[in-house]
C-alpha cells in the first residue's frame, strides 16, 4: 500500500503541476492577446479618424462643419445599403428554406382552428355550388329490431306486481316460487 499511495500522490502533485503551467500559459496568452486588440483598435482609429484640428476663424468651423455633415450623409448612405442588403439576403433565406420544405415534402402546419360544419356545407365547400348534393346520413341506415330479452319477457308476463305478489303470498306461493327456480 506505501508504493501506491507514494504513486498516487505523485500523479497528483504531477496533475496540479501541469494545471498550474497551463494557467500560466493560459494567462500570457490572454495579455497577449488584449494588448494586440489594443494596437488594433489604435491603428484603425489613426486610420480612419485623423486627430481633429480645430480651426480659430469662423469660416473655417463652418467648413469643417460642411465637411463632417458630408461624412456624416455618406455613412448614412452606406448603412442605408447595407440595411436594404441584409433585408434582401434575409428574404432569399426564407424563399430558400421554403423550397427546401416543399422539396424535402416536410411543411409548416398553420395553427388550424376549429370550424363546426355539417356534412352538407362540407360537400357544397368541397365540390362548390355547381353541385347540390344532399346527404342524409340516416337514410341509409337498416332498421333494426328490438330483440326481446328474457328479462322483458318476465316482466311482461309478470303484469300486475299486486297479483304476483298475491300468489307468492302463503306456503303455496313458496312452493311455487321455489319449484320455477328448479
Known amino acids: 500500500m506505501g508504493d501506491e499511495e507514494k504513486r498516487n500522490r505523485a500523479i497528483t502533485a504531477r496533475r496540479q503541476h501541469l494545471k498550474s503551467v497551463m494557467l500560466q500559459i493560459a494567462a500570457t496568452e490572454l495579455e497577449k492577446e488584449e494588448s494586440r486588440r489594443e494596437t488594433e483598435k489604435q491603428n484603425y482609429l489613426s486610420e480612419h479618424c485623423p486627430p481633429l484640428h480645430v480651426p480659430g476663424s469662423m469660416s473655417e468651423v463652418q467648413?469643417?462643419?460642411?465637411?463632417l455633415h458630408a461624412k456624416i450623409d455618406a455613412a448614412e448612405e452606406e448603412k442605408y445599403d447595407m440595411e436594404i442588403r441584409v433585408q434582401k439576403s434575409s428574404k432569399e433565406l426564407e424563399d430558400m428554406n421554403q423550397k427546401l420544405f416543399d422539396l424535402?415534402?416536410?411543411?409548416?402546419?398553420?395553427p388550424l382552428?376549429?370550424?363546426?360544419?355539417?356534412?352538407?356545407?362540407?360537400?357544397k365547400a368541397l365540390l362548390g355550388s355547381k353541385h347540390k348534393v344532399c346527404m342524409d346520413l340516416r337514410a341509409n341506415l337498416k332498421q333494426v329490431k328490438k330483440e326481446d330479452t328474457e328479462k322483458e319477457r318476465d316482466l311482461r308476463d309478470v303484469g300486475d306486481w299486486r297479483k304476483n305478489i298475491e300468489e307468492k303470498s302463503g306456503m303455496e306461493g313458496r312452493k311455487k316460487m321455489f319449484e320455477s327456480e328448479s
Open 63 to 67: 467648413e469643417l462643419c460642411k465637411q
Open 104 to 110: 424535402r415534402g416536410k411543411f409548416k402546419r398553420p
Open 113 to 123: 382552428r376549429r370550424v363546426r360544419m355539417s356534412a352538407d356545407a362540407m360537400l
